[in-house]
């Protein structure tokens, strides 16, 4: 049983557009909900995060969405960058694991 | 260094082969995690540390596998008789505080290929 399904498995997006990236979760119980970003041959790095009593949050280029009814949470990347294509990876976290999905592998067109 | 530092970066072993791959943690983190990563795949959990307690070990596959972390500092991750489908990147990640509900660092991760 896949906890956190993330979507679309692969994603183009033109320099200057809007990346957007999907995942939902089955366990009510998840209390904290990151990103994580992965260039190849590198570890993932933690992008930004958000936890369910928050409805969005904004770094920089980078949104969280988080909509709990749904059981459902967005990562979305402002004026892309080829610097930005890598794997993105969204996660749930409960106690002392992270559950991540599949991941998504962003290309940004320069 | 500053980072989560992973020994050695690429690891080939014959089939039926021990190995053991060692992680040295972020100086003073409390929490140790290890995530094997498959290729084309999300890490997924395999054991946590916190100091030198084991606490949670309940991803890894087999009895084959067996982690460490005796002094509360560096770990090691050991598989016995290795066999074709432990072939992945395997993970470690630190974290100042206990559990991974807060930002946890990982190291750039030991490639395992049995043949």
């Known amino acids: 049983q896949q906890q956190v399904k993330q979507s679309p498995q692969s994603l183009i997006v033109q320099k200057g557009g809007i990346s957007i990236i999907n995942c939902a979760y089955e366990?009510?119980?998840?209390?904290?909900f990151p990103w994580y970003q992965q260039f190849p041959g590198k570890g993932p790095a933690l992008l930004i995060a958000i936890r369910p009593d928050v409805s969005e949050k904004k770094e920089g280029r980078f949104t969280i969405s988080f909509n709990k009814s749904a059981k459902q949470f967005s990562l979305h990347i402002m004026d892309s960058q080829p610097g930005d294509s890598a794997t993105y990876f969204c996660a749930a976290s409960l106690n002392d694991k992270i559950i991540f999905g599949k991941g998504t592998r962003l290309h940004i067109l320069p | 260094g500053a980072g989560v530092s992973q020994s050695p970066r690429y690891k080939v072993a014959k089939r039926g082969q021990d190995v053991a791959l060692r992680c040295d943690p972020i100086?003073?983190?409390?929490?140790l995690f290890w995530y094997q990563q498959a290729l084309g795949q999300g890490p997924e959990f395999l054991t946590y540390f916190q100091n030198e307690a084991q606490l949670d070990k309940s991803g890894l596959p087999s009895d084959r596998f067996f982690a460490e972390r005796p002094e509360g500092s560096v770990s090691t991750l050991k598989i016995q008789r290795t066999q074709q489908e432990d072939s992945a990147v395997y993970l470690c990640?630190?974290?100042?505080?206990?559990?991974?509900?807060?930002?946890?660092?990982f190291g750039q991760g030991t490639r395992l290929t049995v043949v």
């Open positions: 366990n009510t119980a998840f209390d904290y």
């Open positions: 100086s003073g983190h409390v929490s």
């Open positions: 990640a630190s974290s100042p505080r206990t559990g991974m509900n807060t930002e946890a660092f």
